[in-house]
T-cell receptor
Framework: GQNIDQPTEMTATEGAIVQINCTYQ??????LFWYQQHAGEAPTFLSY??LDGLEEKGRFSSFLSRSKGYSYLLLKELQMKDSASYLC??????????WGAGTKLIIKP | IAGITQAPTSQILAAGRRMTLRCTQD?????MYWYRQDLGLGLRLIHY???????GKGEVPDGYSVSRANTDDFPLTLASAVPSQTSVYFC???????????FGNGTRLTVT
C-alpha cells in the first residue's frame, strides 16, 4: 500500500530552527508538496520538490531524496505564527496526491 | 475575490437526510477535488474532476456523488447522510495535474 509518515507533533522555541521529516512509500513518484494548515483553516501551499536537493524560499526550505523516499521541511527563525500543522503529500504514478496525517508544530516563546 | 468559495461553512444534519455541499472557483482551473479531513488521518480524496464534464472516484467515494456541469462549480452530494460522514470537507482546485492545489475554507459537517 501507499504510505506517508510524519511525526504527529513537534515543539520548538521562537527564533530557533526546526526540521519536519516525511518518509514515503508510493506507487511511483511525480513530486512532493508541503502545505501549512492553521487550526480551523484551509491548507496553503508552501513548497514543491520533484528533483533531489534543497529548495529555499525565504525562511522555509524543503529537501528531497527520491532514492531514500525522504523529504524534510526546514523552518528557520521561528515565529509564533508558524504554529500550525504541516502536511506532506506525494503525487504518485497516477498523478493522485497521497497525504500524510500532518505534523502539528507548537512554538513556545 | 479570486479563489474558492465553499458553502455552508458548517452544518448539522440528521442521519438519512440529503445534503449538497457547494464549491465555486473563479480561477478558471481545470481540475477540482473534494477531500475529507478527519483527526489523525491525512486528507482523503472523495471525488475529482480533471475538466468540466468529467468526474472520477477517489479513495473514499461511497455515499457521495459529484457533478461538473461547468468549469467553476463542483457540488458534492450526500444522498443519505450517515454519522461516519461527520468530517471537515475541503474543495480544492488546480490548473492541471502538476500544479499545487488551492483549497476552499472547508465545510464542517456533523451528522447526528
Amino acid at each position: 500500500g501507499q504510505n506517508i509518515d510524519q511525526p504527529t507533533e513537534m515543539t520548538a522555541t521562537e527564533g530557533a530552527i526546526v526540521q519536519i521529516n516525511c518518509t514515503y512509500q508510493t506507487s511511483g513518484f511525480n513530486g512532493l508538496f508541503w502545505y501549512q494548515q492553521h487550526a480551523g483553516e484551509a491548507p496553503t501551499f508552501l513548497s514543491y520538490n520533484v528533483l533531489d536537493g534543497l529548495e529555499e524560499k525565504g525562511r522555509f526550505s524543503s529537501f528531497l531524496s527520491r532514492s531514500k523516499g525522504y523529504s524534510y521541511l526546514l523552518l528557520k527563525e521561528l515565529q509564533m505564527k508558524d504554529s500550525a500543522s504541516y502536511l506532506c503529500a506525494v503525487r504518485d504514478s497516477n498523478y493522485q496526491l497521497i497525504w500524510g496525517a500532518g505534523t502539528k508544530l507548537i512554538i513556545k516563546p | 475575490i479570486a479563489g474558492i468559495t465553499q458553502a455552508p461553512t458548517s452544518q448539522i444534519l440528521a442521519a438519512g437526510r440529503r445534503m449538497t455541499l457547494r464549491c465555486t472557483q473563479d480561477m478558471r482551473h481545470n481540475a477540482m477535488y473534494w477531500y475529507r479531513q478527519d483527526l489523525g488521518l491525512g486528507l482523503r480524496l472523495i471525488h475529482y474532476s480533471n475538466t468540466a464534464g468529467t468526474t472520477g472516484k477517489g479513495e473514499v467515494p461511497d455515499g457521495y456523488s459529484v457533478s461538473r456541469a461547468n468549469t467553476d462549480d463542483f457540488p458534492l452530494t450526500l444522498a443519505s447522510a450517515v454519522p461516519s460522514q461527520t468530517s471537515v470537507y475541503f474543495c480544492a482546485s488546480s490548473d492541471d495535474s502538476n500544479s499545487p492545489l488551492h483549497f476552499g475554507n472547508g465545510t464542517r459537517l456533523t451528522v447526528t
